[in-house]
């Protein structure tokens, strides 16, 4: 079983639509949770965190539920420059080791048109 | 905010050739960065931790003598891919994490990425 899944998509909306991204994971150990940007060919970049109090930035808001290994991601009043793909990514420490990796979704894309 | 650069951006050659591709951290000190591979639609994959002054850990099946790590200061690592072949073709991405972020739970910064496209 993969670490994080998600649904690839893709997601087509026009502008001004919410929409939300669903991921899950496997490893209850797992530590910290973010959601990345990527654009085509380009390096991921933070999004931002996810924090089990839920916590909004803006027009996304991100959600942890830790009891069901499920994160989301809501983008409200949809932009063109959202147009991109989410990647669902987790932290976790090896075992005896102090620090964490990363692992990641596969990602989701949205297309958000005129 | 940080700032990881990576280098160079684009790489085309000829099969059987060596590329070293540079990572750097321009505004911070990094104890450890990371090495990953990105196939077309694909995730990011993990191919190795690199620790300075110490030996890279690799992930399983990535092949340490293929894919060398030198991580020679807090600021530089590098990897080679040494006799490309055709498979190897693909997008390598570093990042980094800051000297006082050691406790993992911090998210790391990464460079803009390497294609690499071997004929």
């Known amino acids: 079983r993969k670490e994080v899944e998600q649904d690839p998509g893709p997601f087509n909306v026009p502008e001004g639509a919410t929409v939300a991204f669903n991921c899950t994971y496997s490893?209850?150990?797992?530590?910290?949770f973010f959601w990345y940007r990527q654009d085509c060919r380009k390096e991921p970049k933070l999004l931002m965190s996810?924090?089990?109090s839920g916590n909004e930035d803006g027009r996304f808001t991100a959600q942890l539920n830790r009891a069901s290994q499920y994160i989301s991601l809501l983008i409200r009043d949809s932009k063109l420059s959202d147009s991109a793909t989410y990647l669902c990514v987790v932290n976790r420490r090896g075992r005896g080791s102090t620090l964490g990796r990363l692992y990641f979704g596969r990602g989701t894309q949205l297309t958000v048109w005129p | 905010g940080a700032v990881v650069s990576q280098h160079p951006s684009r790489v085309i050659c000829k099969s059987g050739t060596s590329v070293k591709i540079e990572c750097r951290s321009l505004d911070f000190q990094a104890t450890t960065m990371f090495w990953y591979r990105q196939f077309p639609k694909k995730s990011l994959m993990l191919m190795a931790t690199s620790n300075e002054g110490s030996k890279a850990t690799y992930e399983q099946g990535v092949e340490k003598d293929k894919f060398l790590i030198n991580h020679a200061s807090l600021t530089l690592s590098t990897l080679t891919v040494t006799s490309a072949h055709p498979e190897d073709s693909s997008f390598y991405i570093c990042s980094a994490i800051a000297l006082r972020q050691t406790s993992g739970n911090q998210p790391q910064h990464f460079g803009d990425g390497t294609r690499l496209s071997i004929l």
């Open positions: 996810v924090y089990s």
């Open positions: 490893n209850s150990a797992s530590q910290s």
